[in-house]
Each structure stands twice: as structure tokens, then as C-alpha cells.
């Protein structure tokens, strides 16, 4: 047997086992044609919302707006609305809801939303400078902040709100004791507001 023979046979070997592999492969990652079997979870890693959600015309998530726990009338005719107040098993409260542009024309969104901190300011617009204040506990409670510094809270959006627009919102919290069942929220240009937490 030649040493030519012997090296075609090895590789005829090798490229058979390597088809053999990839045929495995693929059949072991193929998908499930858009079916998921019950029990199963979502193919994607990130947990569905408990809330309900729309999507407008630009194809942007919309808060759940079903009730309305507070409306504050802010500067140039911007309303902070707040349809959820959440605690969450994780012990975080979270807050979601809309600016909404009731004035004729377009608002530019205030810098002073995004608060002071240098460290924030690479995240860009963001509502980092909200807050909750907790009264019977006397606490303050901060937007909070990932590993890299970055805020909790809706970031990067529009500087400005259209006529008739709206900007929806999130922002999370440390959960206050459970004890306490209403914070008061303050954001720069609009009174503070007391929300009772669902």
C-alpha cells in the first residue's frame, strides 16, 4: 500500500466524519418552525413584560396606559404622566409611563433631566435625575445604576417631544420598605407628586 494511497484514504476519512458532524449539527440547532412546545421558555433571554404593551407607528414600545396614577403639569406644556408604580420580586420598584406634548408646537427636552452627575452625563439624554423620596421613612431612592454606570431609566432618546407626542418612560428604583405604600416622585420642571405603589 502506497503512501499516496494511504494519505487519499485519510482524507476521504476526515472529510466523511466532517460531513457526518455537520449534518448532526445543524439537525441538533434546527429551529422549531415558530412553534414553542408548552412549558418551554421563550427562545429569548430577556423575561417577557407583566405589563401591556403597544407599539406605534414608529414601531416604539408603549407603556401599558390603561390607568393613570398621577399627571403633573411641567414647563412648556409637557404633562409627566405615570401609568405603573411595580415592585418586582428582585426588590426593585419600577416606574413607567409618558411625557406628553400638549402644547401647539415642538418641545425641546431639558438637559436638566439627566441630572448632574459627571459620571452619568457618557449615557447621554437620560431621566437619571428623578427621584423618589420614601416621607414616612425618611429616604431618598435614586435612579439606579448598571455595573458600567449606566442609569436605569430611559436614555438617548429625541431632544425634543412633537406637538400632540409622547415620550414613554421607565425608571427603576431600590423598592422602598414594604410598609410604604405611596413615594413622592420629583423631576426637574414639575411639582412633586405623590404615587401610591401597586
Not at 2 to 27: C, E, Q
Not at 125 to 132: E, F
Not at 136 to 155: F, H, I, S
Request: charged letters at 25%; aromatic letters at 6%.
Amino acid at each position: 500500500m502506497s503512501i499516496r494511497y494511504v494519505r487519499d484514504m485519510r482524507r476521504a476519512g476526515a472529510a466523511a466524519l466532517l460531513a457526518a458532524t455537520l449534518a448532526l449539527t445543524t439537525a441538533a440547532c434546527g429551529g422549531d418552525d415558530g412553534k414553542n412546545e408548552q412549558g418551554a421558555g421563550p427562545a429569548s433571554s430577556s423575561a417577557p413584560s407583566k405589563e401591556k404593551e403597544t407599539a406605534d407607528a414608529d414601531g416604539e414600545t408603549l407603556p401599558d396606559t390603561s390607568k393613570v396614577l398621577v399627571t403633573v403639569k411641567g414647563e412648556n406644556g409637557i404633562d409627566l404622566i405615570v401609568h405603573v408604580a411595580e415592585r418586582d420580586t428582585g426588590g426593585f420598584l419600577t416606574l413607567t409611563g409618558e411625557f406628553k406634548n400638549t402644547s401647539g408646537s415642538r418641545v425641546v427636552t431639558p438637559v436638566q433631566w439627566s441630572g448632574t452627575e459627571e459620571a452619568v452625563a457618557r449615557t447621554g439624554p437620560s431621566l437619571a435625575a428623578m427621584t423618589l423620596v420614601d416621607s414616612q421613612e425618611k429616604k431618598r431612592y435614586y435612579v439606579l445604576r448598571d455595573t458600567d454606570n449606566r442609569p436605569l431609566t430611559t436614555t438617548s432618546y429625541d431632544s425634543g417631544i412633537d406637538a400632540g407626542k409622547s415620550l414613554p418612560f421607565f425608571a427603576q428604583f431600590p423598592a422602598p420598605a414594604q410598609t410604604t405604600t405611596e413615594v413622592d416622585l420629583q423631576f426637574p420642571g414639575f411639582t412633586t407628586a405623590k404615587i401610591e405603589i401597586s
